[in-house]
C-alpha cells in the first residue's frame, strides 16, 4: 500500500504535546491541531503506539497514556502493521546508518516501503536517511 499523501508521525509530537513544560511543547500541539483540523494526513505503525505504552506505563503514568495512544488512533489515516519486509529493510538501514536507533529504522523502513516520505519528528537522525525527509515540530 503507497501513502505517498501521508506523513509519518513520530511518538514524540504526541509525548511532547501533551507532556509538561518544554520548548516543544506549543509547536508540537500546533502539528496536531493541523492534523486534527485536516491539513496533514498522517500515518503512523504499530511501533509507534508500543513505544507511547512503554513510555508512560514504565513510569506508571496509565491515565497519559490513554490519552496518547487515543489521541494517535484518532488523528492517524492509517496504523501500519511491521512485517518481516520491513524488519529485514530496517537491518540494513541500521548497519548503513549506524546513529539511529532500532525502533527509528524500523519507523523508517516502514515509511519507504509504503512510500512516505516525510516524518513530523523532533528526532534529527531521520535527517541522516536520504529517503526520509523530518520536518521538525518548530
Keep these: 500500500m503507497k ?3 501521508c506523513q509519518f508521525i513520530d511518538a514524540n509530537i504526541i509525548m511532547y504535546a501533551i507532556g509538561g513544560a518544554h520548548p516543544l511543547r506549543d509547536p508540537c500541539r500546533a502539528v496536531l491541531k493541523k492534523i486534527q483540523g485536516g491539513l496533514i494526513h498522517t500515518a503512523a505503525d504499530t511501533e ?9 506505563f514504565s513510569i506508571k503514568q496509565l491515565p497519559t497514556a490513554e490519552t496518547a495512544y487515543s489521541t494517535l488512533i484518532e488523528i492517524c489515516d492509517d496504523i501500519l502493521p511491521i512485517t518481516r519486509h520491513d524488519m529485514d529493510l530496517a537491518l540494513d538501514l541500521l548497519k548503513k546508518y549506524p546513529p539511529i536507533t532500532s525502533r ?3 519507523h523508517a523502513a516502514v515509511m519507504i516501503n509504503h512510500d512516505i ?3 513530523i519528528s523532533a528526532d534529527t537522525h ?6 526520509i525527509r523530518r520536518i521538525p515540530p518548530d
Design 104 to 106: 527509528d529504522a524500523v
Design 117 to 119: 516520505k516525510k516524518i
Design 48 to 56: 509507534v503506539l508500543q513505544e507511547i505504552l512503554y513510555r508512560y
Design 126 to 131: 531521520f535527517d541522516l536517511i536520504p529517503d
Design 3 to 5: 501513502l505517498s499523501h
